[in-house]
């Protein structure tokens, strides 16, 4: 097997573990910060093994859409899931910007509590994924510090704003 192109985040909160998962595990907390400069519908969050996430992007005009399927949960201190981009109907579909975007992302979330503070590490990896799509996810792993790095800036403004 072959060495994927990976992409890692991690990022330190000043807040507690379980105050960090549940932003993860809450729909209400999880529109807040996941998709920014859009409006983010969480049609449904099933935070169990097998469970989906179907998320909405609105961006002006036109949507964006997302589901996850869980594989593992282990609260407060791992998600695993299994990303895509897809259809109206969250049938699985091509990135209608990026057409050989990964169609599944193996996402990995770990929560690691550090002297009061949460230590969270992200990490992306291609899932069964075509030579065409490897490439381009390998392509974009500089550029996605950007957008996540913006979702993370107002997940740390939601944590403030949680414990003032």
Known sequence: MTDLPTYVLERTFNAPRELVWKTWTDPKLLA????????????KLDVTPGGLWLNEMKMSERSG?????YTEVSPPE???MLMSNTDENWNIAKNPMMPDWPRVLLTTVTFEEEDG???????WVPHEAS???IACFAEAVD????????????LEQLLAELQA
């Open 143 to 154: 550029g996605m510090g950007r957008g996540w790095g913006a979702g993370m800036d107002l």
């Open 32 to 43: 807040r910060w996941y998709g920014p400069g859009v409006e983010t519908v969480i049609h």
């Open 117 to 123: 503070a949460t230590r969270m590490r992200l990490i």
């Open 78 to 80: 791992r998600l695993v």
């Open 131 to 133: 030579a065409a799509e």
């Open 65 to 69: 859409y997302q589901r996850a399927e």
